[in-house]
């Protein structure tokens, strides 16, 4: 019965906006006809505040509080500053969009407030139970924000699939885990590492339960066999909701990850790492495939990211080679460094979707981008960079990117696999041309001018000029990234 | 074979046949009661663990509340089975071939060479006093109340989600808000009106 109270301070950021999220949703009950703008406003404060915690509290010590169900480091406290960051920048965004279609809400940025916290719980999960509570907290957020446009049946559909698909990944999840539990004895991701290095025994149920884990992994990822959701979420949601759930989610899915993988399972990186192999590679094969046959852009970018998730486990799948593990922290510096740039990417493109849209009218086809050179040229340049970016033309940060899996990947001795996934990126240059074709070289359906908030079009461009510009000095962003993982090993 | 290996494997068979018939029962209405049938014998199962406040929960919880609400949506809703199993024959062959692959490699990892007796030896039987109500409620406000109250946070979420979902103002109905009724004033009815009087 000698129980302590638990050091509270590693987790004030998780304790702040877990209130703000509450007092969010008693505040606008109370308030009428200002509710809106107040939840959207308190919303952004709550990122702001969380992210001032995060940053003053950030050191290079690795800390453990709740019994050790919570981990505070520093790839955890990099990871949370880049889901605030997405996080607040895709409420920017959806703003206009949100009131032109009556769906500003407070419900809304409460769902998106607790969505934060889900990522937050999951970046520093230390144990098996918050890694899920984690998880769930983010899925339930994001299930009812797919369906908040309640009267459009596509955007209900979409949610239904992502609800029954979502809740079967998770039992897959939980089912792995219990095997895991059963094998090692311990419910904490640092218990299970010592446990599987101190027995040799027992490998073939770590193993069954590794599979399990994966198949849920694979789906938060949203990577081939388990990316059949993806495509018609992206698609049935509305814009601003496919702008959340394509950016910051992404950096949890591969902060849990991290978490599971390497902090817990690390000693059965082979098998883990060819599982991941195979993941990988059907992601870069299908996604770059299919989305050439998209005319629907959102469809398009759906595919585009699943492909470039599975550039992304190129990194993690390239730590360890024959028990050696000295490349390890490049591998996954490069495998975090592409789930960055991919979130700023996908903010843009997406950003890019919903500034072309207004009231009544969604630009979710390629058509829609026809002759935007014409009506913008600004935005045109934006666009091109976006696309350029996700291509991989060089100089563009989405280059360095790709190059750094790349190069961990022939690192590691998989050279073949480096070539496959540049012929794979080959194609995939197509579509992406294809949309900066359409927007210098035809001619526009619809010449009416943007009409955009200005603080939509400020943030866009400068989203857009980021990727230009860390293209130019991107040796920064990755060695932060790698710095960041150094501490947590 | 003593008696609790007997009462054991009696309440793994109807389980395991309940379960069955869950997803195999024509009419939505018995796949349910069929369900029940499996959480009782579940709680059965738990009851011979020892976990005896978690066998009742379960009862209280999955059967008492969370079935009951599941029978009268069943009861309410037109299901079409028709349509529910349309494509079962094509999708067969594929789902039957992927769920006997699962099931073998499960005999083979869940068999007893892995999760016998000698690998998983029996915990000690509990002293007489021993409360597993109490030591859960210690557990959960004490090691695990981060995860708790974080699970009492999806719990919210839940209710926001539900709520923002489906509650819709509609207007132009005659309901009458039972608290403005009542705290009606004489004087937002009635109106004196002085008029001069008249005369003939």
């Not at chain 1, 797919?146 to 596509?154: C, G, H, N």
Request: charged content about 10%; overall charge neutral; proline content about 3%.
């Amino acid at each position: 019965m000698n129980f302590v109270v638990p050091n509270f301070a590693p987790a004030y950021a998780e304790l702040f906006v877990a209130a703000m999220g509450v007092v969010i949703l008693l505040v606008a009950v109370f308030l009428k006809q200002s509710a809106r703008p107040f939840a959207y406003l308190a919303s952004l404060a709550t990122l702001l505040g969380a992210a001032f915690i995060t940053w003053y509290t950030m050191d290079g010590q690795v800390s453990y509080t709740f019994g050790n169900m919570y981990i505070d480091d520093l790839m955890g406290d990099v990871l949370k500053l880049m889901v605030y960051f997405a996080m607040a920048v895709t409420l920017l965004y959806s703003r206009g969009y949100l009131t032109d279609r009556k769906m500003d809400r407070p419900e809304y940025f409460v769902l998106a407030t607790f969505a934060t916290l889900g990522m937050m719980v999951m970046i520093s999960a230390n144990h098996l139970l918050t890694v899920y509570v984690g998880l769930e907290m983010l899925s339930l957020s994001l299930y009812a924000l797919v369906a908040f446009d309640r009267d459009s049946a596509r955007s209900t559909e979409a949610a239904m699939k992502y609800f029954v698909l979502g809740a079967l990944a998770s039992g897959l999840l939980l089912y792995g885990m219990s095997m895991v539990y059963g094998a090692t004895g311990s419910l904490e991701l640092s218990g299970i590492a010592q446990a599987i290095y101190h027995q040799a025994g027992n490998r073939t149920v770590l193993l069954f339960g590794l599979v399990f884990l994966m198949a849920g992994i694979a789906f938060k990822l949203g990577v081939v066999p388990f990316h059949m959701w993806v495509p018609d979420v992206y698609h049935g949601a509305p814009t601003a909701v496919t702008l959340l759930i394509s950016t910051a989610p992404k950096l949890a899915a591969f902060a849990m990850t991290m978490r599971l993988l390497v902090n817990g399972l690390f000693e059965l990186a082979d098998q883990w790492q060819a599982m991941l192999m195979f993941l990988a590679i059907g992601s870069i094969v299908l996604g770059n495939i299919a989305a050439v046959a998209q005319s629907n852009i959102k469809r398009m970018l759906a595919y585009s990211g699943i492909s470039h998730m599975g550039f992304m486990l190129l990194g993690l799948l390239s730590g360890v080679v024959d028990g050696d593990s000295r490349l390890a922290l490049n591998a996954y510096g490069s495998a975090m460094f592409y789930a960055v740039v991919y979130v700023l990417m996908s903010l843009a493109a997406f950003g890019m979707v919903i500034l072309l849209s207004r009231a009544g009218f969604e630009a979710e086809n390629i058509d829609d981008f026809k002759g935007l050179n014409k009506r913008s040229p600004w935005f045109a340049a934006m666009m091109m960079f976006v696309m350029f970016s996700m291509a991989g033309v060089p100089f563009f940060v989405g280059f360095f990117a790709k190059l750094a899996v790349l190069q961990a990947a022939v690192a590691a001795g998989y050279v073949w696999l480096a070539v496959l996934a540049v012929m794979m990126s080959l194609i995939g240059a197509f579509y992406y041309l294809r949309v900066v074709k359409v927007m210098y070289f035809d001619d526009p359906l619809d010449a009416s001018p943007i009409s955009a908030s200005a603080d939509l079009k400020l943030v866009l461009s400068a989203n857009g000029l980021a990727i230009a510009v860390f293209g130019l000095m991107p040796s920064q962003l990755i060695e932060s990234c790698v710095a960041a993982l150094a501490g947590s090993f | 074979m003593d008696f609790k290996t007997f009462v054991f494997y009696m309440f793994a068979t109807i389980m395991i046949l309940a379960s069955l018939r869950v997803i195999t029962a024509r009419n939505p209405v018995h796949a349910a009661l069929f369900l029940v049938l499996a959480f009782f014998t579940a709680g059965g199962i738990w009851m011979l663990l020892e976990a005896e406040f978690l066998a009742i929960t379960l009862v209280m919880v999955y059967v008492g509340a969370v079935m009951v609400l599941f029978l009268f949506v069943v009861m309410m809703l037109d299901i079409n089975l028709d349509r529910i199993r349309e494509g079962f024959w094509s999708y067969l062959p594929l789902g039957a071939a992927i769920g006997l692959l699962m099931v073998a490699e499960m005999v083979i990892v869940l068999g007893g060479s892995y999760f016998g007796l000698d690998s998983m030896p029996e915990p000690p039987a509990a002293a007489a006093g021993y409360s597993n109500t109490r030591e859960l409620g210690r557990l959960l406000y004490t090691e695990y109340v981060y995860p708790f109250e974080l699970a009492s946070l999806v719990l919210l979420v839940a209710m926001v989600a539900a709520v923002a979902l489906t509650l819709r103002h509609r207007k132009g109905t005659k309901s009458v808000n039972p608290s403005q009724q009542i705290a009606v004033k004489r004087n937002d009815r009635v109106r004196m009106v002085s008029m001069p009087t008249e005369k003939e």
